[in-house]
């Protein structure tokens, strides 16, 4: 198939197999999706940013990450140390590219824990509605009305500090918009003729919210998570600044921006440098998830 | 009529521009106003209302509007800058909208709406103004002026919001009023007198009236004169008195699908559209 | 919805006693949610409290007697009823660092910290409230994109190290603003603890030396603390706005003859206040949460830095104290806006008629 026939046949106003439409939303989306610039700036950071956490042995040195060497020690940036050194004479090119794995392993996490709580919390209430609904919500309410990072960080420190508890202490504190979000989802989508279609036909409550609804609402809920990656990342590197995220010498990018705090008048690159990774992340996510809602809203008007 | 028209458009032309090309939501619109009651009637989306807003200026962008002429009185309001716009709405050309429940600011004292078109037009302080505002209260047949002078939009009736919106629309004497469905959103009951009050000041101050409603009924039984719009264009002009000589098939077909009390229908007549009538 | 009705009439004023009923039971509710995850956080840390009294010498009958002493051998709904009594007498037990109440700790740095949050609002919903505006009447145009980018940095970047670098310039290079701490070591106890607000006290006391100094420590943090809130504050506003401009009474307000002007920043601007209520609760609780992070960096000596300290302490009751506060802060911020609500909305502060 050509080019245009296959864009022709995406874009067919009647498909004609259920592959076809499925395709054919994807592709509608990407085109709304490519169409902006500052979303596609964001997916661009986001996609390298996983690359670079898959191939960060092949771009830089694993050795150099923690190799110390005190007679090269807060080096300016060079050809030889691209972004400097540390306090320790640690390469900070390949601690902030070997950041990224850590960074990426907490959002991952946190996704993790938060999806099934949210939507185990929120399809029920959103599904059964009256009393369920009720003590769950009242449940969600509660939870949303905390401080969340004076909550992660009481966490932390109950928990002892640790990449780990850093991620528990974050998705406990989480997941509450999620199942806000998958409630409201379920209940306008409840009453709909094919879900009563599937009752009359027999079908199960559990059945019919894993393969009616779920999917419907997982979009939404996706696009809520990649707003929050921002928020997420930034929590997870004041953790670390902090002290209660990754220990030393793992290169977590806020744990850096700590120790580089200590020379930050003399040898600014140290601190300044993996911050700027936390920033550039933050926004790709921010960018990212800013298109994709703007695509689902424009889908949905 | 001998006298020079309040109002007159040529050709007047409302364009959005979208993806498949432009959007005509105007097109060619032409006739005048004189100290009369003109009615223009038409479906949604037929253009009347964007006729209204475009004499008013207040076409949303993207939206253009051109016109071989567009004039009120002496003024030509082609291209009329939006300073000139301000100092024209509400002091020669007001419009009375839908619903009162949404067309009044929800945390405004309605009192203090009305009084403000007369501050911005004609100006004499707070004081003047709330003399004014209720003085125009109980033009509109409100009969407490002073209680409802307090009170937020939500506290009054549909009925009653009418007659503030009326009232603070009239409150700067323009010569026209557009009425954009002042009617649609009230109890039958109401109707009758809110149009009542409007019938009763314009005719008092000699003011042009459109009104502009999907109604057939009430156009023909309100108005001196009525036209009929389809996609954008006037399909036919007549005496609201001779509605029923109307020669256009679309004018025929809604006047088919008047319900009446003389006959029972078996069957409702459905409106036949002909895209062409657009195209002529 | 309908309330008890007397001879077929509703009871005037039943519906202001509803609103305040069920908004009390809320704020119960999440308090109590609130003293029970601060008692399991205090339950699940590995320290053991009695150790820590006892030392680890100590016999095993010792051992049991503080033990029992403290309470840790009842069953766990008592010990949370305990925990709840004493919470509710202000009782947050004592800090291991200051050895004074932790309560006492907490008011002695909380007014630090509400300084600094205080100013970062005022610049958040001063500076965001009109961008917000102004991206919203722009919508789609240079303006508008700016100002999203502006708000975009704003909550993509973290605080504390957006604190680093306002130090780097503005305090190390420029020298606009003073460095970390509160004030300069001269100055220090120079005017009586009046508020507790440094700059507020130094007013009350006439003492400008003071007052300058204690501004140039405070105008740093709470300008980087007030851009995180102005992002918030600028983009709510923003979509609040752009809601407001599609109503209309914005049309017939334009069609009477006002200005633009008018129309958006009286007309539409005022409705966009009631909707912003709760938003600038939500970002002034925020800004108490970013004090923890800014604090630390700019040596401020609030909540936020005792909260700091006690955790590298282990001293798990300033924490859970801090917690609390903070906790109870926000749900009080809650409570304020429902509170406020009707009186700037007519439409709810009408249905007591």
């Given at each position: 198939m050509s080019g245009v026939a296959l864009r022709i046949w995406l874009l067919h106003?009647?498909?004609?197999?259920r592959r076809q439409a499925r395709l054919g939303r994807w592709y509608r989306a990407w085109r709304g999706l490519s169409r902006n610039g500052l979303a596609m700036a964001g997916l661009f950071i986001v996609v390298a940013l996983v690359l670079m956490a898959i191939f960060a042995p092949l771009i830089a040195d694993r050795a150099a990450v923690t190799t110390q060497s005190l007679a090269t020690r807060l080096q300016f940036p060079s050809a030889e140390h691209w972004f400097g050194t540390d306090e320790l004479g640690r390469d900070i090119f390949a601690r902030v590219v070997f950041g990224a794995r850590i960074t990426l392993t907490i959002v991952g996490l946190v996704s993790a824990i938060v999806l099934p709580i949210g939507l185990g919390i929120g399809l029920p209430a959103g599904y059964f509605g009256g009393w369920p609904d009720a003590v769950l919500m009242r449940l969600t309410d509660i939870f949303l009305a905390f401080p969340r990072l004076v909550l992660a960080l009481a966490f932390a420190a109950a928990l002892g500090p640790g990449i780990e508890n850093a991620v528990i202490a974050i998705a406990l504190t989480a997941w509450p918009p999620y199942a806000r979000l998958a409630r409201a989802e379920t209940m306008t989508r409840r009453d709909a003729e094919f879900v009563q279609a599937a009752v009359l036909q027999g079908a199960s409550h559990g059945s019919i919210l894993f393969s009616q609804i779920v999917p419907l609402c997982l979009p939404s809920v996706v696009i809520r998570l990649t707003l929050d990656m921002a928020g997420i990342i930034v929590t997870a590197a004041g953790l670390g600044f902090l002290g209660l995220g990754a220990q030393p010498p793992a290169p977590e990018w806020g744990a850096m921006v700590a120790t580089g705090r200590q020379v930050l008048l003399t040898q600014w690159w140290v601190a300044t440098i993996p911050g700027l990774a936390i920033v550039i992340t933050s926004v790709g996510f921010n960018l990212l998830g800013d298109g994709l809602r703007d695509v689902a809203d424009a889908r949905s008007a | 009529m001998t006298e020079a028209p309040l109002l007159r458009v040529r050709n007047l032309r409302v364009t959005y521009p979208g993806e498949q090309g432009d959007v005509h939501a105007v097109r060619d619109v032409s006739f005048s106003l004189g100290r009369e009651r003109l009615g223009i009637v038409g479906e949604s989306g037929s253009g009347k209302s964007t006729t209204g807003r475009a004499i008013m200026g207040l076409?949303?962008?993207?939206g253009r509007i051109s016109a071989d002429e567009l004039r009120l009185g002496e003024t030509d309001l082609r291209g009329l800058s939006e300073r000139g716009f301000r100092e024209i709405r509400g002091r020669r050309v007001a419009m009375v909208l839908q619903d009162p429940k949404y067309a009044?600011?929800?945390?405004?004292r309605v009192g203090r709406q009305i009084a403000e078109t007369h501050r911005m037009h004609v100006g004499g302080g707070t004081r003047a103004a709330r003399l004014a505002a209720l003085t125009m209260l109980e033009a509109v047949n409100i009969r407490d002026p002073e209680r409802v002078y307090r009170l937020y939009p939500h506290e009054v009736s549909g009925g009653m919001g009418q007659r503030v919106m009326i009232a603070m629309m009239l409150i700067a004497k323009p010569e026209v009023l557009i009425a954009d469905e002042p009617t649609s959103a009230l109890d039958a009951t109401v109707q009758t007198q809110v149009l009542a009050v409007l019938d009763d000041l314009v005719r008092g101050r000699g003011m042009g009236l459109i009104l502009i409603s999907h109604n057939l009924h009430l156009v023909s039984a309100f108005c001196d004169r009525v036209l009929v719009m389809y996609a954008g264009r006037v399909v036919e002009t007549c005496a609201a008195g001779r509605l029923h000589e109307a020669t256009h098939p679309y004018t025929r077909g809604l006047l088919a699908a008047l319900p009446t009390l003389e006959h029972r229908r078996a069957v409702l007549p459905q409106l036949r559209r002909d895209p062409a009538w657009a195209g002529e | 919805m309908a309330g008890p009705t007397i001879g077929g009439g509703r009871i005037p004023g039943w519906g202001i006693v509803r609103r305040v009923l069920r908004t009390l039971g809320s704020v119960t509710l999440t308090f109590l949610g609130l003293t029970v995850v601060t008692f399991f956080i205090g339950r699940v840390i590995p320290i053991d409290p009695v150790l820590a009294i006892v030392g680890p010498k100590a016999s095993n009958e010792t051992y049991d007697r503080v033990r029992a002493e403290i309470g840790l051998d009842l069953p766990l709904p008592v010990q949370y009823w305990r925990y709840l009594l004493k919470v509710l007498h202000g009782d947050f037990g004592t800090s291991v660092i200051t050895s004074q109440p932790v309560l006492r700790d907490m008011l002695d740095v909380f007014p630090a910290t509400l300084e600094l949050a205080v100013l970062a609002l005022l610049i958040g919903v001063v500076l965001g409230v009109p961008l917000g505006v102004v991206a919203a009447t722009h919508r789609g145009r240079w303006q508008d994109h700016l100002i999203r980018l502006l708000s975009l940095f704003g909550y993509s970047t973290p605080v504390f190290w957006l604190g680093l670098i306002g130090l780097l310039l503005f305090y190390a290079k420029l020298g606009w603003v003073a460095g970390p701490g509160r004030i300069d070591v001269g100055y220090d106890d120079m005017v009586p603890t009046v508020t507790g607000l440094l700059t507020v006290d130094a007013l009350l006391d006439g003492n400008s030396e003071v007052f300058v100094n204690a501004l140039r420590h405070l105008v740093l943090p709470a300008s980087i603390l007030g851009y995180l809130s102005l992002a918030y504050v600028a983009r709510m506003t923003r979509s609040f706005m752009l809601g407001q401009l599609r109503q209309e009474y914005v049309l017939a307000a334009l069609a009477k003859g006002l200005s633009h002007g008018r129309v958006v920043w009286v007309h539409a601007l005022g409705n966009v206040w009631v909707q912003l209520i709760t938003v600038i609760a939500l970002t002034f609780g925020s800004l108490l949460e970013g004090a923890v992070l800014t604090e630390t960096v700019f040596s401020w000596p609030g909540l936020g830095l005792y909260m700091k300290n006690s955790l590298f302490n282990a001293d798990l009751n300033a924490v859970l104290g801090g917690t609390m506060l903070v906790g109870v802060v926000y749900i009080g911020l809650n409570l304020i806006s429902d509170l406020i609500y009707p009186l700037v909305d007519p439409r709810v502060r009408g249905q007591r008629r």
């Amino acid at each position: 198939m050509s080019g245009v026939a296959l864009r022709i046949w995406l874009l067919h106003p009647a498909p004609a197999s259920r592959r076809q439409a499925r395709l054919g939303r994807w592709y509608r989306a990407w085109r709304g999706l490519s169409r902006n610039g500052l979303a596609m700036a964001g997916l661009f950071i986001v996609v390298a940013l996983v690359l670079m956490a898959i191939f960060a042995p092949l771009i830089a040195d694993r050795a150099a990450v923690t190799t110390q060497s005190l007679a090269t020690r807060l080096q300016f940036p060079s050809a030889e140390h691209w972004f400097g050194t540390d306090e320790l004479g640690r390469d900070i090119f390949a601690r902030v590219v070997f950041g990224a794995r850590i960074t990426l392993t907490i959002v991952g996490l946190v996704s993790a824990i938060v999806l099934p709580i949210g939507l185990g919390i929120g399809l029920p209430a959103g599904y059964f509605g009256g009393w369920p609904d009720a003590v769950l919500m009242r449940l969600t309410d509660i939870f949303l009305a905390f401080p969340r990072l004076v909550l992660a960080l009481a966490f932390a420190a109950a928990l002892g500090p640790g990449i780990e508890n850093a991620v528990i202490a974050i998705a406990l504190t989480a997941w509450p918009p999620y199942a806000r979000l998958a409630r409201a989802e379920t209940m306008t989508r409840r009453d709909a003729e094919f879900v009563q279609a599937a009752v009359l036909q027999g079908a199960s409550h559990g059945s019919i919210l894993f393969s009616q609804i779920v999917p419907l609402c997982l979009p939404s809920v996706v696009i809520r998570l990649t707003l929050d990656m921002a928020g997420i990342i930034v929590t997870a590197a004041g953790l670390g600044f902090l002290g209660l995220g990754a220990q030393p010498p793992a290169p977590e990018w806020g744990a850096m921006v700590a120790t580089g705090r200590q020379v930050l008048l003399t040898q600014w690159w140290v601190a300044t440098i993996p911050g700027l990774a936390i920033v550039i992340t933050s926004v790709g996510f921010n960018l990212l998830g800013d298109g994709l809602r703007d695509v689902a809203d424009a889908r949905s008007a | 009529m001998t006298e020079a028209p309040l109002l007159r458009v040529r050709n007047l032309r409302v364009t959005y521009p979208g993806e498949q090309g432009d959007v005509h939501a105007v097109r060619d619109v032409s006739f005048s106003l004189g100290r009369e009651r003109l009615g223009i009637v038409g479906e949604s989306g037929s253009g009347k209302s964007t006729t209204g807003r475009a004499i008013m200026g207040l076409v949303p962008p993207p939206g253009r509007i051109s016109a071989d002429e567009l004039r009120l009185g002496e003024t030509d309001l082609r291209g009329l800058s939006e300073r000139g716009f301000r100092e024209i709405r509400g002091r020669r050309v007001a419009m009375v909208l839908q619903d009162p429940k949404y067309a009044l600011n929800p945390v405004m004292r309605v009192g203090r709406q009305i009084a403000e078109t007369h501050r911005m037009h004609v100006g004499g302080g707070t004081r003047a103004a709330r003399l004014a505002a209720l003085t125009m209260l109980e033009a509109v047949n409100i009969r407490d002026p002073e209680r409802v002078y307090r009170l937020y939009p939500h506290e009054v009736s549909g009925g009653m919001g009418q007659r503030v919106m009326i009232a603070m629309m009239l409150i700067a004497k323009p010569e026209v009023l557009i009425a954009d469905e002042p009617t649609s959103a009230l109890d039958a009951t109401v109707q009758t007198q809110v149009l009542a009050v409007l019938d009763d000041l314009v005719r008092g101050r000699g003011m042009g009236l459109i009104l502009i409603s999907h109604n057939l009924h009430l156009v023909s039984a309100f108005c001196d004169r009525v036209l009929v719009m389809y996609a954008g264009r006037v399909v036919e002009t007549c005496a609201a008195g001779r509605l029923h000589e109307a020669t256009h098939p679309y004018t025929r077909g809604l006047l088919a699908a008047l319900p009446t009390l003389e006959h029972r229908r078996a069957v409702l007549p459905q409106l036949r559209r002909d895209p062409a009538w657009a195209g002529e | 919805m309908a309330g008890p009705t007397i001879g077929g009439g509703r009871i005037p004023g039943w519906g202001i006693v509803r609103r305040v009923l069920r908004t009390l039971g809320s704020v119960t509710l999440t308090f109590l949610g609130l003293t029970v995850v601060t008692f399991f956080i205090g339950r699940v840390i590995p320290i053991d409290p009695v150790l820590a009294i006892v030392g680890p010498k100590a016999s095993n009958e010792t051992y049991d007697r503080v033990r029992a002493e403290i309470g840790l051998d009842l069953p766990l709904p008592v010990q949370y009823w305990r925990y709840l009594l004493k919470v509710l007498h202000g009782d947050f037990g004592t800090s291991v660092i200051t050895s004074q109440p932790v309560l006492r700790d907490m008011l002695d740095v909380f007014p630090a910290t509400l300084e600094l949050a205080v100013l970062a609002l005022l610049i958040g919903v001063v500076l965001g409230v009109p961008l917000g505006v102004v991206a919203a009447t722009h919508r789609g145009r240079w303006q508008d994109h700016l100002i999203r980018l502006l708000s975009l940095f704003g909550y993509s970047t973290p605080v504390f190290w957006l604190g680093l670098i306002g130090l780097l310039l503005f305090y190390a290079k420029l020298g606009w603003v003073a460095g970390p701490g509160r004030i300069d070591v001269g100055y220090d106890d120079m005017v009586p603890t009046v508020t507790g607000l440094l700059t507020v006290d130094a007013l009350l006391d006439g003492n400008s030396e003071v007052f300058v100094n204690a501004l140039r420590h405070l105008v740093l943090p709470a300008s980087i603390l007030g851009y995180l809130s102005l992002a918030y504050v600028a983009r709510m506003t923003r979509s609040f706005m752009l809601g407001q401009l599609r109503q209309e009474y914005v049309l017939a307000a334009l069609a009477k003859g006002l200005s633009h002007g008018r129309v958006v920043w009286v007309h539409a601007l005022g409705n966009v206040w009631v909707q912003l209520i709760t938003v600038i609760a939500l970002t002034f609780g925020s800004l108490l949460e970013g004090a923890v992070l800014t604090e630390t960096v700019f040596s401020w000596p609030g909540l936020g830095l005792y909260m700091k300290n006690s955790l590298f302490n282990a001293d798990l009751n300033a924490v859970l104290g801090g917690t609390m506060l903070v906790g109870v802060v926000y749900i009080g911020l809650n409570l304020i806006s429902d509170l406020i609500y009707p009186l700037v909305d007519p439409r709810v502060r009408g249905q007591r008629r």
